[in-house]
């Protein structure tokens, strides 16, 4: 079968940067799912995307669908054919709605059951017949934000400026708004020209000479090998954010890496300061030395030829140095300031109007950092807490987080510092905001780590109180992302504190000030079931089987580090031998307590047999040692040391039996065996 290549390009207007990359990806798949529903045969797939277009070029495309040969069964042979042996109207829409007739039917025998049955044969379509459906795959594309553009109906990311759609040397003809598809494609905007695609195989060749990579993977390349040379000239080390040279990459179609200096003055700023005025406003990459100190320089990337780069440079540094007077000017005004008066500031500053103002939500985060402190048996440690918890939010009203959102716990600790906080406290005013994101550690002090769980289930239990929950991937306020904060800090820290105890502590204070704008029973239900999707994600990040997750969050939460140690034990023991007899014991039990509709209290003096006397002293005596481990190993070593008296007990036992006391003893008995296994596990959700 003969093969041709396809290209297929969307060129548009600017794309945000940080959408390129997965737009890019959709682009591929789409077309990649498309050629296989389609059954055309392809080879490999290569993706483009600058911020001027996204492409994909797919080599060896058949020309031709698969003929399709297949067996399709119908009805059997009694409802087929009628008492006389003609066809019934069931055989003859059967064959009908194959495209079939009568003729066509044979009989087949499936598990001592004769049923009709026909050979389909679908011959395959030219795949340029097919190929007008890519329109519909571009229309189809999703964006983090849509728009309409110009008097059009289509809702796409950016204007569609031209379109590129070739099979082999033939343009593939549809239209988008407006647009339709050739062969030409866009150079660089200032240095190229535009360029004729007379085959696929070219594209990418063709873009260079009209100073476009097209391909990000070594666009990329080049701009970490560029600064690997001033590396290397210099004598410098640049750190590279993952982050940054994405978004560089998916700014430019041509890219030079220069650098820029700027004041020696400025480098009494705080460190953060600088690079955040580098990297967050003007994407540049900071530059240090071998002890990793900053150095008066930035690396930025042009979009463009190494031509006067003196003037590109000098343009930089005029555009940074006014950020850097501007943050110098801030951060000596800020020092002018008391933290009282800050504080005082918060009390006209409203969080969210059902909530209250942050001054408010402060005190309530100071009650709740105490208290948790009491449960960890902390003393000095808690006077910090209280003061961290206290002045967390007064760096917010500064004019450096004002200007740079993004420094906020930076700056508090860098001017409680200079105010004379104590070094913990100062540094738990930055730490209570970990993990800011997902890759992000959890605090690494105590104090940090109180004064953050405080402050995140004050601010999860009063959105919860006033109904606003995340559905689907609407987060405004990022509560997934702060309930993932509480899991991750007590699994690291390994904490006794329940995620029951910790919702009921986060609403406490909401009820005195009449935030509850609901039942509290339904938010904390509410509560409980977001955290067990969390805790779920953490499990999965840990790589442990569905089913042991769904076993080890079958009932209540409690200790988060005790859940995370369960599923870790399940999982390392789910291939060991005898794994699955024991478990088959512990779910015999749970299984039938199940029918327990009235536990008692078990009477071992009403025991009939031996066997279930053993049971019950066996189980005494394990759940008594369970209850003075804290290894979750031998606690699981415990259950499973059960199972020969499980299976003694029920090859003598009848549980349900006659008498209804003897019935009731017996299910109180597995009731009870039940939710100690329960506690560890429910064993029964395991497959086996």
């Given at each position: 079968m003969s093969k041709r290549d396809l290209l297929l390009e969307i060129g548009l207007e600017e794309l945000p940067a940080r959408f390129v990359t997965a737009s890019m990806n959709q682009l591929s798949d789409k077309v990649q799912k498309w050629l296989t529903e389609k059954a055309i045969g392809f080879g490999t797939v290569t993706a483009f995307s600058t911020p001027r277009r996204l492409a994909i070029l797919v080599k060896d495309v058949?020309?031709?669908?698969?003929?399709?040969?297949?067996?399709?069964?119908?009805?059997?042979?009694?409802?087929?054919?009628?008492?006389?042996?003609?066809?019934?109207?069931?055989?003859?829409?059967?064959?009908?709605?194959?495209?079939?007739?009568?003729?066509?039917?044979?009989?087949?025998?499936?598990?001592?059951?004769?049923?009709?049955?026909?050979?389909?044969?679908?011959?395959?379509?030219?795949?340029?017949?097919?190929?007008?459906e890519l329109q519909d795959i571009i229309s189809g594309m999703t964006f983090p934000k849509n728009m309409r553009w110009a008097d059009q109906e289509l809702r796409f990311v950016r204007p569609i400026k031209w379109l590129i759609a070739l099979f082999g040397h033939d343009v593939v003809p549809f239209s988008i708004a407006d647009v339709k598809t050739g062969r030409v494609t866009k150079g660089h905007r200032f240095l190229g020209n535009n360029a004729t695609i007379e085959n696929p195989a070219q594209y990418e060749a063709a873009l260079a000479e009209q100073f476009v990579m097209a391909a990000p993977d070594k666009r990329r390349q080049v701009i970490l090998d560029q600064i690997k040379t001033l590396e290397q000239e210099k004598g410098w080390i640049i750190p590279v954010d993952e982050e940054l040279l994405e978004e560089v990459n998916n700014l430019v179609?041509?890219?030079?890496?220069?650098?820029?200096?700027?004041?020696?003055?400025?480098?009494?700023?705080?460190?953060?300061?600088?690079?955040?005025?580098?990297?967050?406003?003007?994407?540049?990459?900071?530059?240090?030395?071998?002890?990793?100190k900053l150095l008066p320089f930035f690396v930025t990337v042009r979009n463009g030829d190494a031509k006067h780069l003196d003037k590109v440079s000098k343009g930089n540094e005029k555009v940074l140095r006014a950020r850097l007077s501007d943050a110098a000017f801030f951060y000596k005004e800020d020092q002018k300031k008391d933290i009282a008066d800050a504080l005082k500031k918060l009390d006209s500053i409203v969080y969210h109007e059902e909530?209250?103002?942050?001054?408010?939500?402060?005190?309530?985060?100071?009650?709740v950092a105490g208290i948790l402190a009491d449960v960890l048996n902390l003393s000095e440690e808690k006077v910090m807490a209280l003061r961290a918890a206290e002045i967390a939010k007064f760096d917010l009203v500064s004019h450096m987080v004002y200007e740079f959102p993004e420094l906020q716990g930076y700056m508090g600790e860098k001017y409680a510092l200079l105010k004379g906080e104590r070094k913990?406290?100062?540094?738990?005013?930055?730490?209570?905001?970990?993990?800011?994101?997902?890759?992000?550690?959890?605090?690494?002090?105590?104090?940090?780590?109180?004064?953050?769980l405080a402050e995140k289930i004050d601010t999860l239990a009063s959105f919860?109180?006033?109904?606003?929950?995340?559905?689907?991937s609407q987060d405004p306020y990022a509560l997934r992302r702060q309930a993932s904060g509480v899991v991750q800090i007590l699994a690291e820290k390994k904490w006794n504190i329940s995620i029951e105890e910790l919702i009921a502590l986060g609403l406490k204070g909401l009820e005195a000030k009449n935030i509850l704008k609901r039942d509290v029973e339904e938010v904390k239900a509410d509560m409980f079931t977001f955290f067990k999707a969390r805790i779920k994600h953490l499990l999965q990040e840990k790589q442990i089987r569905y089913d042991l997750i769904d076993a080890v969050l079958f009932g209540e939460i409690g200790s988060i580090h005790s859940i995370v140690?369960?599923?870790r034990v399940l999982d390392a023991k789910k291939d060991e031998a005898g794994f699955k007899e024991s478990m088959e014991a512990l779910s015999r039990v749970m299984n039938i307590a199940?029918?327990?509709?009235?536990?008692?209290?078990?009477?071992?003096?009403?025991?009939?047999?031996?066997?279930?006397?053993?049971?019950?002293?066996k189980y005494q005596q394990?759940?008594?040692?369970?209850?003075?481990?804290?290894?979750?190993?031998?606690?699981?070593?415990?259950?499973?040391?059960?199972q020969s008296e499980i299976e003694a007990y029920f090859e003598n036992t009848m549980v349900m039996a006659e008498d209804e006391a003897l019935r009731s003893n017996r299910l109180s008995l597995m009731k009870e065996i039940s939710e100690w296994v329960a506690s560890f596990a429910a064993m029964n959700k395991i497959i086996l």
């Open positions: 058949e020309e031709s669908q698969k003929d399709i040969e297949e067996e399709a069964k119908g009805p059997a042979k009694k409802i087929a054919l009628d008492s006389e042996g003609n066809w019934s109207k069931a055989a003859l829409g059967f064959v009908k709605g194959q495209g079939m007739t009568a003729e066509d039917i044979y009989f087949k025998e499936l598990k001592g059951v004769e049923y009709a049955h026909v050979n389909k044969f679908i011959q395959g379509k030219q795949t340029v017949q097919l190929l007008s179609e041509y890219p030079t890496a220069l650098f820029g200096q700027f004041e020696e003055e400025f480098l009494e700023l705080p460190a953060e300061v600088l690079i955040t005025s580098m990297k967050e406003h003007q994407r540049y990459f900071p530059v240090k030395d071998e002890e990793g909530i209250g103002t942050l001054a408010e939500k402060t005190a309530r985060v100071k009650t913990e406290v100062a540094a738990a005013i930055n730490e209570h905001y970990m993990p800011r994101h997902a890759d992000d550690d959890v605090p690494p002090s105590v104090i940090g780590a109180i004064v953050s919860f109180a006033i109904g606003v929950i995340p559905t689907g140690e369960r599923a199940v029918k327990c509709e009235n536990k008692v209290t078990v009477d071992p003096n009403a025991f009939d047999n031996d066997q279930e006397k053993a049971l019950y002293e394990a759940a008594m040692k369970c209850t003075n481990s804290k290894s979750e190993n031998e606690r699981f070593e415990l259950l499973v040391s059960l």
